[in-house]
């Protein structure tokens, strides 16, 4: 027993100076061992060790249970709590083979790359080069930092760069969002996440931003994406470039800008657009232009120079869609122009501000301020406040005439149907045999209130709620200054086309007030 003893002393002291030789004269050591015997593998001899095995070349030292030694091939396979050591990084794993020569070791099952300061990199199948600094995985990984987690089925980390890059469902979560693409690549130093392909951004009120390329700042909280469309509760926002600020809640799209309200078919398009979260407002430049899907397949177009969309999840009336300045808005059978509008979505209501002029089935409304209210997609009523003014041309190119302090227009198939006058109440229209196309005369009514109902568009019955004072005017009494009230003016060489509302031509031009001549009254008698 004592003579077994000595001789496994002597051994141990002699694997004290077992070395593996390789090329360059660097050498793998076999610092210790507790038992080592030759065998033989695939007709090959190699030595076995076990026990608290320890092996080194230059500055890295690697530890396992036991071990193969391959003396030719300058490489081991190692077996049980095996952990690869430098100065910067620790790698743990169940089993793998370590190459003296190519410095290349290939790991497997539970291996943990660990950076001293750094990223840790969880994976069961790992190479990792020593020269070249890079550590690569396929059959699905996973890396972690103080901020990040970052999964893929492939993926490789360089110590140099600290640049990981990962392939095939990645995945990437962060505290504020979560990452999904098919190719990204991470910046553990800067903090920064690469986009090389199609990747989807959710954070955590679920916000959504879906681009092909780009990056995001994980430190800043900053993105910069391209061919890209960013998601919220109530809209899609899209556009060649998006520039996101999680931080400050700011969220800007440029080139090709696409908005659309998921609820309320309202389709707003222009060249940037820049959405502040905490508000909820999104601001659309550039030629903007909106389009709402109405009634039987017909569109409301508006353009303006700003349109502005507010989100308002309160009692307050819901989303608002503001245009300014230089607003027109087409519809088949409504056009108008105004210096700036409030759409209210949800209640339909839009109101117009600063000389607004609404046309529709021959009859032009103007006053300081007007409020349209849509039913069902068609116009339901026009509240027009003060200095109301409805022109409408009949059959013999006369103009009926109706203004007064504040106007009510009741629509009926989108024709007017009745207006009601309070204050100021005056109007003007023309009667005629209709059947002969032949003027008949001329009635001037001046009433405070009053209420006119129409029919096909032409003044069928007047009904007066105060003390009225009128005039008839037969054919040859009626002159050009009897035949309008006081600030008439026919405008409608300014409604805007469908074109021009689409920006596919010029405005139409702004005519000259101008009065009828006699001569083309007398041409109808």
């Not at 001293?116 to 995985?137: E, H, P």
């Not at 199609?198 to 994406?225: C, F, P």
């Not at 006053?367 to 027009?384: E, F, H, L, Q």
Request: aromatic share 10%; proline share 2%; charged share 25%.
């Amino acid at each position: 027993m004592m003579k077994t003893s000595k001789i496994h002393k002597a051994l141990l002291i002699c694997l004290l100076f077992f070395t593996i030789p390789v090329i360059g004269q660097v050498k793998v050591k076999l610092e210790k061992a507790e038992s080592l015997r030759g065998t033989t593998i695939n007709g090959q001899m190699v030595n076995k060790v076990k026990g608290n095995v320890v092996f080194k070349q230059e500055n890295t030292v690697i530890y396992c249970d036991s071990a193969y030694i391959f003396k030719d091939q300058n490489t081991i396979e190692a077996f049980g709590h095996l952990k690869i050591e430098d100065d910067s990084t620790v790698i743990t794993s169940a089993q793998g083979v370590y190459n003296g020569n190519t410095r290349v070791a290939s790991l497997r099952n539970n291996v943990i790359f660990k950076q001293k300061k750094g990223v840790t990199l969880y994976t069961d199948n790992l190479d990792y080069d020593r020269i070249k600094r890079i550590a690569s995985y396929k059959g699905g990984g996973r890396l972690v930092d103080s901020t990040n987690v970052l999964t893929s089925q492939r993926g490789y980390f360089d110590e140099n760069s600290r640049m990981a890059s990962f392939a095939k469902n990645v995945k990437g979560k962060s505290p504020e969002m979560t990452m999904t693409s098919d190719t990204m690549q991470y910046n553990s130093y800067s903090k920064i996440v690469y986009f090389k392909s199609k990747t989807l951004l959710v954070d955590n009120e679920q916000n959504k931003a879906q681009y092909e390329t780009g990056y995001y700042n994980t430190i800043t909280k900053k993105s910069s994406l391209r061919s890209g469309q960013f998601e919220t509760t109530d809209y899609y926002l899209e556009g060649n470039d998006l520039e996101l600020d999680d931080f400050i809640g700011v969220y800007t799209a440029t080139g090709n800008v696409l908005m659309t309200a998921k609820e309320e078919d309202i389709i707003l398009t222009g060249n940037q657009a820049v959405f502040d979260k905490p508000s909820g407002k999104t601001k659309i430049f550039g030629q903007p232009i909106m389009k709402r899907i109405m009634a039987e397949g017909d569109t409301l177009f508006l353009r303006a120079d700003t349109l502005v969309s507010v989100e308002r999840h309160d009692t307050l009336g819901g989303n608002l869609l503001i245009a300014y300045p230089s607003v027109s808005i087409y519809k088949s059978d409504l056009q108008g122009k105004m210096d700036s509008l409030v759409y209210v979505v949800n209640d339909s209501v839009l109101n117009i501000f600063k000389d607004p002029i609404i046309w529709t089935q021959g009859s032009q409304m103007t006053a300081d301020t007007m409020s349209m209210v849509m039913r069902n997609g068609t116009i339901d009523k026009m509240i027009m406040t003060s200095d109301g003014f409805i022109i409408s041309q009949d059959t013999l190119k006369l103009f009926n005439q109706i203004k007064g302090r504040m106007m009510t227009t009741y629509f009926k198939n989108d024709i007017i149907d009745r207006v009601s006058v309070t204050g100021n109440g005056e109007s003007i229209y023309f009667v005629s045999k209709e059947e002969e196309r032949e003027l008949t005369g001329m009635n001037k009514v001046i009433c405070s209130s009053m209420l006119i109902r129409f029919k096909e568009n032409m003044v069928h019955k007047i009904t007066f709620y105060s003390k009225s004072d009128g005039d008839f005017y037969p054919p040859k009494k009626i002159t050009s200054e009897t035949m309008q009230l006081n600030g008439f003016k026919w405008r409608v060489n300014e409604k805007p086309t469908k074109q021009f509302v689409l920006r596919l031509e010029r405005a139409p031009a702004s005519v000259k007030e101008s009065k009828p001549k006699k001569e083309s009254l007398l041409k109808h008698n």
